[in-house]
């Protein structure tokens, strides 16, 4: 059924987004292909997965923005008017709201279904693996912080501070997230980037 509203959600969503490079219309399609992936094989409602999944980020305030937190809940309330306004079937809504919602990590919400929780996984598995590194070095770049601390490149004397060496966003963040992920599609995917991004810091070690 979501096919015929899929063309709609596109246009808006390119129309909407406005934020870091790493945020931008390949992300949203990379997260809706994961999506795809995990909710067949998790026989999720792809009415519910996939307008969550294309307008998850129809609103995204910056890394460093003050309503960062609040983007989530901002998209959410924009996707449903979007919607709304293109008449998607009435009793999907509440669940795509939701899934939006709680799909960010900086937001805090908990997903309590499995619609939620697949959106929340493909979000995050793009947030990892050789994509997720060069996202990482996109973000940090526009915010001008450097790659590493130049006395102690992966915090062994000191706090991990990933607001000033992006090389800390790995620790604080991204090799966490496999342990995070809800549904098996995700995990066996989640573990095989996480493989990489590590061995990605051994030579960055290395080479340093």
Not at 90 to 109: K, N, R, T
Not at 125 to 148: E, K
Not at 161 to 177: E, G, I, P, S, W
Request: net charge negative; proline share 3%.
């Amino acid at each position: 059924m979501f096919k015929q509203y899929q063309t709609q959600c596109e246009g808006f969503i390119a129309e909407n987004m406005k934020t870091d490079l790493a945020h931008d219309l390949l992300h949203v399609k990379r997260v809706v292909k994961l999506a795809t992936l995990i909710g067949k094989k998790e026989q999720a409602e792809l009415n519910v997965v996939l307008p969550a999944a294309w307008l998850h980020d129809c609103v995204s305030y910056p890394k460093n923005h003050p309503l960062r937190s609040q983007s989530s809940l901002h998209a959410a309330d924009k996707a449903i008017q979007f919607l709304v306004s293109i008449e998607y079937p009435e009793q999907y809504l509440d669940a795509i709201h939701h899934a939006i919602a709680a799909h960010s990590y900086s937001g805090g919400l908990i997903a309590n279904n499995l619609e939620a929780k697949i959106v929340q996984d493909a979000d995050r598995l793009d947030a990892i693996g050789a994509i997720g590194i060069a996202r990482c070095i996109q973000v940090s770049s526009q915010l001008t912080r450097p790659l590493y601390a130049p006395e102690d490149a992966f915090a062994e004397q000191r706090s991990l501070d990933d607001q000033r060496f992006t090389l800390d966003h790995f620790y604080q963040k991204l090799l966490k997230l496999a342990s995070l992920m809800h549904t098996r599609t995700a995990q066996e995917i989640a573990a095989q980037r996480t493989q990489f991004m590590e061995s990605y810091l051994l030579q960055l070690a290395l080479e340093i």
